[in-house]
């Protein structure tokens, strides 16, 4: 019977093109289980892709529906490309002074190192994609793609091999000091948090978001119930993204994903505790980021920390989603989905949470400043290339659509299309020179 099972993982292997054949008969089983798996894992993480384009387009308003989930769409496909190309090797290949990778670019080789470059592709997409929600409505399409491109190539592959890169003998520098990061807290989501609010203080607010005497105007979304969608869909994917990051023998399979949920279930019920402290209503907006909020802060620790704690990291996350955009909306930053809270505050958070609640450690004080030093390391690093990254494409290119094509919609104004034909094609021809 094991040898059938043993058999049967193979035939399901090579059909699925994972690795040759011949390959996986040499191979041991745990060896085909666990790339199977990480195969399975990152379907899971490409399965967050639309996660993100419904959850930011329903978020923002109707005429920009179809640029936001355009803006989705290549940004996959850019960043894919890119991180295959050039990012991999920066972030995995040899390193030169515990700093940046040297070799291993255009990934080739056997399938089973293949499974890890596609896994390690779709975080470098996930990273890039979090800065659309934040800039969206607002942003030109071409400099955004251009964005992207240098954010898989520069930004996020760099961090990623401080953190993870190297080896044992000569690791990334911060990896060398004993920091953790299980699925990317800091390597995706504060990386990409904190690149969104560089980007954004280049960009500014949207026509009519902020009075002149600095009063905040709600701008809702047009389809919270596909905002909701995506969030769900989000949080299954996102058993992939923490999942991924198991150990050959999958001892920990069953804390990281167990974590995980916990992690998003606690983020709903820290989002809705915190607008009813505030006495505000409840709302589906605020409670779909608290359960982000809750998985973004589990997920550098999902692999360290017990469930008690996940619970305790989570609930404070989506405490966090609740208490940042009021903070951002008080210096005038206008951040569409919140990415900068959910990912960039819930991740230095869920970061140096996983140095106070490391199992059989915890509160260590050395194991938490290593961790706080790799948080704001990511901060200042995303924040301070991301601001220079857009501010060199407005003073070359541009990054700001006109008020004209923002008060249109970027729809029709970028790629002369829109999402609901049916009521919007009047409006969109018309002149809306006086509308916010």
């Not at 990480?38 to 930011?56: D, K, N, R, S, W």
């Not at 990273?127 to 251009?146: D, N």
């Not at 809705?272 to 982000?292: C, D």
């Not at 059989?360 to 050395?366: A, I, M, S």
Request: net charge neutral.
């Amino acid at each position: 019977m094991a040898r059938w099972r043993r058999w049967g993982i193979v035939g399901f292997a090579a059909a699925a093109g994972v690795v040759p054949t011949t390959a996986w008969a040499q191979a041991a089983p745990a060896e085909i289980v666990h790339s199977v798996w990480i195969a399975t894992c990152a379907g899971l993480v490409l399965m967050m892709q639309p996660g993100f384009a419904l959850l930011e387009s329903g978020f923002c308003r109707a005429k920009n529906a179809v640029n936001v989930i355009m803006k989705n769409f290549t940004d996959c496909a850019i960043a894919s490309l890119a991180y295959w190309a050039v990012g991999f090797g920066l972030m995995f290949g040899t390193s030169y002074a515990g700093v940046i990778g040297t070799s291993d670019f255009f990934p080739g080789g056997d399938g089973a190192s293949l499974v890890n470059v596609l896994y390690q592709t779709f975080f470098a997409a996930t990273a890039a994609t979090i800065i659309s929600g934040a800039v969206a409505e607002r942003i030109r399409f071409v400099p955004y793609l251009v964005g992207t491109a240098i954010m898989v190539c520069v930004i996020y592959p760099l961090y990623g091999a401080w953190i993870w890169g190297g080896t044992a003998e000569n690791p990334g520098w911060l990896r060398g000091m004993g920091f953790l990061d299980t699925a990317g807290g800091a390597a995706v989501h504060t990386i990409g948090g904190f690149t969104a609010l560089g980007a954004l203080v280049v960009l500014g607010p949207r026509f009519g978001r902020f009075s002149r005497t600095g009063e905040v105007r709600e701008i809702p979304g047009h389809n919270l119930p596909l905002a909701a969608l995506g969030a769900f869909l989000l949080w299954v994917g996102w058993l992939g993204f923490n999942g991924g990051a198991v150990d050959p023998d999958f001892h920990d399979l069953g804390r990281i994903v167990l974590n995980t949920h916990l992690g998003a279930a606690a983020g709903v019920l820290g989002a809705m505790l915190t607008l009813a402290i505030h006495r505000r209503p409840l709302l589906m907006s605020a409670v779909i980021n608290g359960a982000l909020g809750g998985l973004v802060s589990i997920t550098a620790g999902a692999k360290y920390i017990d469930p008690a704690f996940a619970v305790v990291a989570g609930l404070v996350g989506g405490m966090i989603c609740v208490v940042g955009p009021a903070v951002l909306q008080r210096m005038k930053i206008d951040d569409v989905v919140d990415a900068v809270s959910v990912h960039g505050f819930c991740g230095l958070w869920g970061t140096i949470a996983t140095g106070m609640f490391m199992r059989d450690r915890l509160f260590d004080p050395q194991q938490i400043g290593v961790q706080a030093l790799g948080a704001a390391v990511a901060a200042a690093w995303a924040f301070a290339i991301g601001w220079l990254l857009y501010k060199l494409l407005d003073m070359t290119v541009g990054v700001r659509a006109s008020t004209e094509h923002e008060q249109r919609g970027l729809d029709y104004t970028e790629h002369y299309e829109i999402g609901y034909g049916e009521f919007m094609a009047a409006r969109t021809h018309r002149d809306l020179s006086g509308e916010n």
